[in-house]
Structures are given as structure tokens and as C-alpha cells.
């Protein structure tokens, strides 16, 4: 079975409100992790990412926690807004190994 | 920023065919991959490769095959397609081996066989 996963596959949130999308990991290996968000029709979108010597990190609007004692991994979107509606996916790595891991997917729906 | 270009947005082909997907990025990237991506399955890895003519299997590349003949292209071919090979297809490429560095993909190229 999939080693990245999430707790829900749909997310809905009120426009404004912050949205917290989680994904839980197996490989206590892992040391490198990847939020990307994927909207209708298009690829992958790299948000952000950590690395395991981190707890947490910010970009513009987004924060990465990662929780390594319970080997889990969200991403915080403050004020929600129509353009974030996508499918958010987590992803881990193995230093050395050139593969990178995928979870199914979070929708998130923004609702008006 | 990182430009990954898959050639066709949309593809129709017969079963038999031999497809051709072409890929290019423009960042010198070592590393590049080619997945499928399918409702409920997910991303699924069938080649990557880390340098020019160099090329490993991902987790499904049954029916597949790649090519790197310069290090800004990467192409999968489907020797022998099938219906089963409807799918999305993506490509994405990565700085180097070893870097922890994200993948950064294409829009995909939407594959049909008939």
C-alpha cells in the first residue's frame, strides 16, 4: 500500500477561512518532504517543502508542520481563497534515492 | 522558474500504435521522470532517468520504453499501445541525484487509445 496518505480526500472551507490539509507517512526514513497542489487540467504545482531537521516552514500564505515522532505532515493555508481550490498531494523522499513518494490526493473545496 | 513542456496536451491513438511522448525542460536538470496518473491509483512511477542514455525502471513500466538522447528531453514510448494505457501522462524533471530537490512537472498529456 501507498508508504504517504491522508486522512480525507475531501476538504471543504469557507472563503477566508485557514484550511489544514494532513497526510500521514510510514517510512521513519523519509527525511525529505513536498506539498504540491494540482489544479483541473493541469500538473503538479510544487507549494513547498521541508526537510526533516525542520519542524516547521513558511512560504507566502502557507505553512508546512511536520511531526516527526508521529510521522505526520500538514499544510496550513491561511485565508482560503477561489484560486486554491485543487487537489493537494504530499510526497516524501529518501535522501540518495531519486524516487519521490505520492499520497491519493486532498480536494479542497472553497466554499463562497 | 522551472518550465517543463510536454508536447501534446491531448492524444488520441489506435490499439497497435506506436506512441511517441515527448517531453523537454529548460532548467539543465539531471534527473527526469515519466508517471501515469489514474482516479484512485495516483501517481504512478513508470521510467525515470538521471543522465543522457540513462534510464531506470519505475514501478510500471510493463508496455513502456524511454529515451534520453540529450539531457533536456526526455521521451516514453509506448511500443505497443493498448487500451489500458488510457491515461494521464506526466512528466517532471529534478535538479540532481542526491539534492533534495523537488520534482517539477508538465501539464500532462491526456492519451487516449481507441
Known amino acids: 500500500g501507498e508508504s504517504v496518505g491522508l486522512h480525507l480526500p475531501t476538504l471543504s472551507v469557507q472563503e477566508g477561512d485557514n484550511s489544514i490539509i494532513n497526510c500521514a507517512y510510514s517510512?521513519?526514513?523519509?527525511?525529505?518532504f513536498i506539498w504540491y497542489k494540482q489544479e483541473s487540467g493541469k500538473g503538479p504545482q510544487f507549494i513547498i517543502d521541508i526537510r526533516s531537521n525542520m519542524d516547521k516552514r513558511q512560504g507566502q500564505r502557507v505553512t508546512v508542520l511536520l511531526n516527526k515522532t508521529v510521522k505526520h505532515l500538514s499544510l496550513q493555508i491561511a485565508a482560503t481563497q477561489p484560486g486554491d481550490s485543487a487537489v493537494y498531494f504530499c510526497?516524501?523522499?529518501?535522501?540518495?534515492?531519486?524516487?519521490?513518494?505520492f499520497g491519493k490526493g486532498t480536494r479542497l473545496h472553497i466554499l463562497p | 522558474d522551472v518550465k517543463v513542456t510536454q508536447s501534446s496536451r491531448y492524444l488520441v491513438k489506435r490499439t497497435g500504435e506506436k506512441v511517441f511522448l515527448e517531453c523537454v525542460q529548460d532548467?539543465?536538470?539531471?534527473?527526469m521522470f515519466w508517471y501515469r496518473q489514474d482516479p484512485g491509483l495516483g501517481l504512478r512511477l513508470i521510467y525515470f532517468?538521471?543522465?543522457?542514455?540513462?534510464?531506470e525502471k519505475g514501478d510500471i513500466p510493463e508496455g513502456y520504453s524511454v529515451s534520453r538522447e540529450k539531457k533536456e528531453r526526455f521521451s516514453l514510448i509506448l511500443e505497443s499501445a493498448s487500451t489500458n494505457q488510457t491515461s494521464m501522462y506526466l512528466c517532471?524533471?529534478?535538479?540532481?541525484?542526491?539534492?533534495?530537490?523537488?520534482?517539477?512537472f508538465g501539464d500532462g498529456t491526456r492519451l487516449s487509445i481507441l
Open positions: 532517468s538521471y543522465d543522457v542514455k540513462m534510464k
Open positions: 517532471a524533471s529534478s535538479l540532481r541525484r542526491d539534492s533534495n530537490q523537488p520534482q517539477h
Open positions: 510526497a516524501e523522499n529518501i535522501s540518495g534515492d531519486d524516487k519521490i513518494i
Open positions: 532548467m539543465d536538470h539531471e534527473n
Open positions: 517510512n521513519s526514513a523519509s527525511d525529505y
